[in-house]
């Protein structure tokens, strides 16, 4: 396994990120993605790219010998709070559904995308 391959997977691990979300903003097919985050598969300068860049970061970032992976605990969630009165029992409802929806955005667009590679065929 390459030294961007073990820095990539220990950022990814600490930071929590799942592969279908790199998969997803990366565009590299899920399947694929895993082979190379696994050491299967060689990774190619192209791919390295796309997968730092849906890492919000540059190539040489994942090369560097001496990578440190940013601590948790120095990140901040980010919140957005408002009040809008009390919501009637619809709202309340529709709130419900979203925050599941939210807890499993993860299964949701893993399934979107499935369901459109299985179109595409």
Not at 25 to 53: F, H, P, W, Y
Not at 56 to 85: H, S, W
């Amino acid at each position: 396994m390459t030294k961007y391959i073990e820095n990539v997977n220990a950022y990814l691990s600490q930071m929590k990120i799942k592969q279908t979300y790199i998969s997803m903003k990366s565009g590299i097919d899920t399947k694929k993605l895993s082979r190379i985050l696994t050491g299967m598969q060689d990774v190619n300068c192209t791919d390295m790219e796309k997968i730092a860049n849906a890492l919000g970061k540059k190539t040489e970032f994942f090369l560097n010998d001496a990578f440190c992976v940013p601590q948790m605990d120095g990140f901040l969630p980010k919140r957005i709070v408002f009040y809008a009165g009390n919501p009637t029992e619809r709202q309340d409802e529709i709130a419900k559904k979203l925050e599941k929806l939210m807890e499993n955005i993860d299964e949701v667009m893993s399934a979107k995308y499935r369901f459109l590679n299985i179109a595409k065929e």
